[in-house]
Nanobody, 125 residues
Framework: QVQLVESGGGLVQAGGSLRLSCVAS????????LGWFRQAPGLERELVAS????????DYADSVKGRFAISRDNAKNTVYLQMNNLKPEDTAIYYC??????????????????WGQGTQVTVSS
Protein backbone atom coordinates (compact mmCIF):
# COMPACT_ATOMS: atom_id res chain seq x y z
CA GLN A 1 0.00 0.00 0.00
CA VAL A 2 1.15 3.53 -0.83
CA GLN A 3 -0.56 6.66 0.44
CA LEU A 4 0.23 10.01 -1.15
CA VAL A 5 -0.46 13.48 0.26
CA GLU A 6 0.21 16.59 -1.82
CA SER A 7 0.78 20.14 -0.59
CA GLY A 8 2.10 23.45 -1.83
CA GLY A 9 -0.61 24.56 -4.21
CA GLY A 10 -2.06 28.05 -4.20
CA LEU A 11 -2.69 31.24 -6.12
CA VAL A 12 0.20 32.88 -7.92
CA GLN A 13 0.61 35.53 -10.59
CA ALA A 14 1.85 34.65 -14.05
CA GLY A 15 5.63 34.43 -14.05
CA GLY A 16 5.72 33.31 -10.45
CA SER A 17 6.84 30.04 -8.88
CA LEU A 18 5.45 27.32 -6.66
CA ARG A 19 6.89 24.11 -5.26
CA LEU A 20 4.60 21.16 -4.79
CA SER A 21 5.44 18.36 -2.38
CA CYS A 22 4.09 14.85 -2.15
CA VAL A 23 4.78 12.78 0.93
CA ALA A 24 4.36 9.05 0.58
CA SER A 25 3.82 6.38 3.16
CA UNK A 26 4.52 2.75 2.53
CA UNK A 27 7.54 0.55 2.20
CA UNK A 28 7.57 0.54 -1.59
CA UNK A 29 8.07 4.28 -2.11
CA UNK A 30 11.75 4.00 -2.98
CA UNK A 31 11.07 1.36 -5.66
CA UNK A 32 8.26 3.17 -7.44
CA UNK A 33 8.47 5.66 -10.25
CA LEU A 34 6.47 8.72 -9.22
CA GLY A 35 4.63 11.19 -11.36
CA TRP A 36 2.83 14.51 -11.21
CA PHE A 37 -0.36 14.84 -13.22
CA ARG A 38 -2.73 17.75 -13.64
CA GLN A 39 -6.33 18.15 -14.62
CA ALA A 40 -7.97 21.39 -15.68
CA PRO A 41 -11.77 21.77 -15.83
CA GLY A 42 -13.22 20.00 -18.84
CA LEU A 43 -9.91 18.41 -19.79
CA GLU A 44 -8.39 14.99 -19.31
CA ARG A 45 -5.80 14.33 -16.66
CA GLU A 46 -2.33 14.60 -18.17
CA LEU A 47 1.18 13.73 -17.11
CA VAL A 48 3.29 16.74 -16.17
CA ALA A 49 6.47 14.96 -15.07
CA SER A 50 7.72 11.65 -13.75
CA UNK A 51 10.89 10.39 -12.13
CA UNK A 52 12.25 6.85 -12.23
CA UNK A 53 13.24 5.49 -8.85
CA UNK A 54 16.42 3.69 -9.92
CA UNK A 55 18.44 6.32 -11.77
CA UNK A 56 16.40 9.51 -11.47
CA UNK A 57 15.50 9.46 -15.15
CA UNK A 58 12.83 12.08 -15.79
CA ASP A 59 10.09 12.63 -18.34
CA TYR A 60 8.26 15.91 -18.93
CA ALA A 61 5.31 17.11 -20.90
CA ASP A 62 6.44 19.37 -23.72
CA SER A 63 4.36 22.22 -22.31
CA VAL A 64 6.43 22.37 -19.09
CA LYS A 65 9.95 21.53 -20.30
CA GLY A 66 12.42 24.15 -19.16
CA ARG A 67 9.99 25.54 -16.56
CA PHE A 68 9.21 22.63 -14.24
CA ALA A 69 11.57 20.26 -12.45
CA ILE A 70 10.71 17.04 -10.67
CA SER A 71 12.91 15.61 -7.93
CA ARG A 72 12.66 13.10 -5.14
CA ASP A 73 14.18 12.52 -1.72
CA ASN A 74 13.85 8.84 -0.86
CA ALA A 75 15.08 9.44 2.69
CA LYS A 76 12.09 11.72 3.25
CA ASN A 77 9.67 9.70 1.11
CA THR A 78 8.94 12.90 -0.78
CA VAL A 79 8.71 13.91 -4.41
CA TYR A 80 8.75 17.57 -5.45
CA LEU A 81 7.62 19.58 -8.43
CA GLN A 82 9.31 22.95 -8.78
CA MET A 83 7.25 25.13 -11.08
CA ASN A 84 8.77 28.33 -12.46
CA ASN A 85 7.56 30.93 -14.91
CA LEU A 86 3.99 29.80 -14.34
CA LYS A 87 1.37 30.60 -16.95
CA PRO A 88 -2.43 30.86 -16.67
CA GLU A 89 -2.71 27.64 -18.68
CA ASP A 90 -0.92 25.81 -15.86
CA THR A 91 -4.02 26.31 -13.72
CA ALA A 92 -5.27 22.88 -12.68
CA ILE A 93 -5.52 20.42 -9.86
CA TYR A 94 -2.15 18.69 -9.52
CA TYR A 95 -1.98 15.06 -8.45
CA CYS A 96 0.88 12.91 -7.28
CA UNK A 97 0.80 9.27 -8.40
CA UNK A 98 2.81 6.06 -8.07
CA UNK A 99 3.53 3.97 -11.14
CA UNK A 100 2.60 0.30 -11.08
CA UNK A 101 5.61 -1.93 -10.39
CA UNK A 102 5.39 -3.54 -13.84
CA UNK A 103 6.44 -0.28 -15.49
CA UNK A 104 9.65 1.74 -15.47
CA UNK A 105 8.15 4.95 -16.78
CA UNK A 106 4.73 5.86 -18.10
CA UNK A 107 2.47 8.66 -19.25
CA UNK A 108 -0.93 7.01 -19.05
CA UNK A 109 -3.13 7.41 -15.99
CA UNK A 110 -3.97 3.71 -16.22
CA UNK A 111 -0.32 2.86 -15.57
CA UNK A 112 -0.54 4.41 -12.09
CA UNK A 113 -2.28 2.68 -9.21
CA UNK A 114 -1.97 5.07 -6.27
CA TRP A 115 -3.07 8.70 -6.30
CA GLY A 116 -3.07 11.62 -3.92
CA GLN A 117 -6.11 13.81 -3.29
CA GLY A 118 -4.76 16.68 -5.40
CA THR A 119 -3.75 20.27 -4.76
CA GLN A 120 -5.12 23.29 -6.60
CA VAL A 121 -2.77 25.56 -8.53
CA THR A 122 -4.23 28.79 -9.87
CA VAL A 123 -2.19 31.17 -12.01
CA SER A 124 -3.64 34.62 -12.57
CA SER A 125 -2.78 36.74 -15.60
Amino acid sequence: QVQLVESGGGLVQAGGSLRLSCVASGRTFSTRTLGWFRQAPGLERELVASIYYADGRTDYADSVKGRFAISRDNAKNTVYLQMNNLKPEDTAIYYCAALKPAYIIGRLTTSYDYWGQGTQVTVSS
